[in-house]
């Protein structure tokens, strides 16, 4: 019985992460269509201020509750699923809640109360504050954004306790309702003069919905979070010693996307947006590929570890490892390759212009090495919370950190915003290696013959795909019309997605062969 169960895990994990993936891709669509209107009709000076204003809660949110709550409480909250532990969980959801609330409420109110301070310098640099008016427009509508933070946080918490219990569809799917109230916002807007703050509230009512939809599954479950004094709780003090150095492990690339806008604002202006748009066609492949496998991954991981089974966990972790790569290549080929059609198609319309395509694409291209190194050090990052351990890669992170501090200025006066984003990927790369060695210290050393064939067969694969974009880019298909080329963009993508597949069939890669077996299998 026992063996029949670890045999279903696999297909379990694969089925969620696939569902949580759809929901991911759902959101990130809308995404797109969302930012394709911000950059249509927002004048540049104002997508920076908007874009900087959003950054802040986004910074607390991801830090906060998406990042450093998910790897330090679900581990723990997996711990206690039996009916003798219920009211020692029940204490554990009540106390983090309370805490995780209680902070957050002081951010929003200091962020607001001293809003103009922090502004002032942190976007003190003269691509933006020489612009006039720039300061004061971002001010107005970081104060109504903060309060972002307050919704968000309580959907990320209602999202960890989805996730605990492995229910991971609703999580997916719930940031739709951000994105559909952040574009009926853009679009009512769009002519008038309250556009700034009107979206900026649409962003907020965004974050509520999302809290508002998770909640009657939270609820069914029996696991709804209460205001609670008891916060000393032996499960809730094991929650903080973790979380604690777990927000810098987990939110180094959050951190860097903040200390990167401080230094974009030394640059021409511009150079926020150009970034923040080189950002979101990042995340759509990392979101949906590493955080919807590092999401399902780490409760399972966490398992293996409490019942003492390592080799069941490098065996697992090495599973996935693979599935990243089998999906982050192709990926990361179709953006050097084809970002700038990509980012023409998308946005160069109204305000955004085409002689800004290149601006972004080049920006693209230095991210595809900042998708594979982060996609994988994100995976690394789980197998090492699973095994209770946040100090180690919030170590690694920090000393990263440091180093971005000083080659991001070198690498600036070279090759200009493409050297700021060339060395956060550095940085992230180098972040990966060190937390991959370390990692093995602990648990084991990881199947590298395997991994690294694996990389190579998934490389050629992608090679072919890359030889049919390099020939699509010299034919001229665009017609200049939204509604014409983005149905070619995605006939042009899924033929590429067609030749990567046929490649990995023809090369045997485990992943293409199990997706043959399971199509197979469903045929009527």
Same mark, same amino acid.
């Given at each position: ?49 908007w ?37 020692e ?16 409420? #002081?951010?929003?109110? *200091?962020?607001? /109360? $001293?809003?103009?301070?922090? &502004? ?5 640099? @003269?691509?933006? !504050?020489?612009v ?6 971002t ?9 972002f933070?307050?919704f ?29 109230a ?7 807007y ?8 009107a979206?900026?509230?649409a962003?907020v #009512?965004?974050?509520? *919905?999302q809290? /508002? $939809?998770?909640?009657?599954? &939270? ?5 709804? @979070?209460?205001? !609670? ?17 777990t927000?810098?492990?987990?939110g ?21 947006s150009?970034m923040y748009?080189?950002?979101r ?68 319309r109204?305000?955004?212009t ?5 601006v ?71 972040n ?23 990389a190579?067969r998934?490389?050629?694969?992608g ?14 298909w ?5 509604l014409l ?22 090369l ?5 062969q ?11």
């Open positions: 019985m026992e063996a029949q169960k670890k045999a279903k895990q696999p297909d379990f994990m694969a089925r969620a992460a696939l569902l949580f993936g759809s929901g991911t891709l759902s959101s990130r669509i809308l995404g797109l269509i969302r930012d394709s209107l911000l950059f249509s009709i927002m004048p540049l000076d104002l997508k920076d201020a874009l900087a204003a959003y950054r802040l809660p986004n910074f607390f949110r991801r830090l906060l509750g998406e990042g450093g709550l998910s790897v330090s409480f679900i581990p723990v909250f997996v711990g206690l699923q039996t009916e003798a532990q219920r009211a969980r029940k204490a554990l959801v009540n106390g983090v809640f309370t805490l995780l609330m209680g902070l957050v409420t #002081i951010i929003c109110l *200091l962020c607001f /109360l $001293f809003m103009e301070e922090i &502004v002032s310098h942190w976007l003190s640099g @003269p691509g933006f !504050s020489s006039p008016g720039k300061i004061e427009q001010i107005e509508m970081a104060k109504v954004m903060v309060f933070l307050f968000i946080t309580f959907f990320a918490y209602l999202m960890a306790l989805l996730n605990g219990l492995r229910k991971f569809t609703l999580s997916g799917y719930a940031p739709l309702f951000l994105n559909v952040l574009i009926a916002g853009l679009y009512i769009r002519d008038s003069p309250q556009l700034p703050i979206s900026s509230w962003l #009512i965004g974050g509520a *919905l809290a /508002l $939809f998770l909640a009657p599954a &939270v609820y069914k479950h029996g696991v709804f @979070p209460k205001i !609670s004094l008891g916060l000393f709780h032996p499960a809730v003090k094991k929650v903080i010693y973790k979380f604690l150095p927000i810098l492990g987990v180094i690339l959050q951190i860097l996307n903040i200390v990167n806008v401080y230094f974009a604002s030394q640059l021409a202006p511009g150079a926020i150009y748009l080189g950002d066609l990042l995340e759509l492949p990392l979101s949906l590929i590493a955080v919807s496998i590092g999401t399902t991954l780490l409760p399972t991981l966490s398992q293996y570890w409490s019942q003492k089974e390592p080799g069941t966990f490098l065996t697992c972790l090495s599973r996935h490892l693979r599935l990243f790569h089998f999906l982050a290549i192709p990926s990361a080929f179709g953006l050097w390759f084809f970002g700038i059609d990509i980012v023409d198609v998308l946005f160069a109204g305000e955004f085409s002689s800004e395509v290149p972004v694409a080049g920006i693209l291209k230095v991210y595809c090495l900042t998708l594979l190194s982060a996609g994988g050090l994100k995976i690394i990052s789980q197998a090492f919370y699973a095994t209770g351990d946040t100090h180690t890669p919030a170590l690694v992170s920090g000393v990263a950190l440091v180093g971005h501090l000083f080659a991001a200025p070198v690498l600036m006066k070279i090759y200009g915003i493409e050297g700021l984003v060339l060395s956060t990927a550095l940085v992230t790369l180098v990966l290696v060190v937390c991959t060695a370390l990692l093995q210290g602990k648990v084991g050393w990881l199947a590298w013959p395997e991994l690294l064939g694996h190579l998934c490389t050629l694969a090679s072919a795909m890359a030889g049919f974009l390099i020939g699509v880019h010299q034919i001229s665009k017609q200049g019309r939204f080329d983005f149905p070619i963009l995605l006939i042009i993508i899924s033929v590429a997605g067609l030749i990567y597949f046929a490649g990995a069939s023809f045997k890669i485990d992943e293409m199990v997706f043959a077996r399971r199509l197979k299998r469903h045929r009527p």
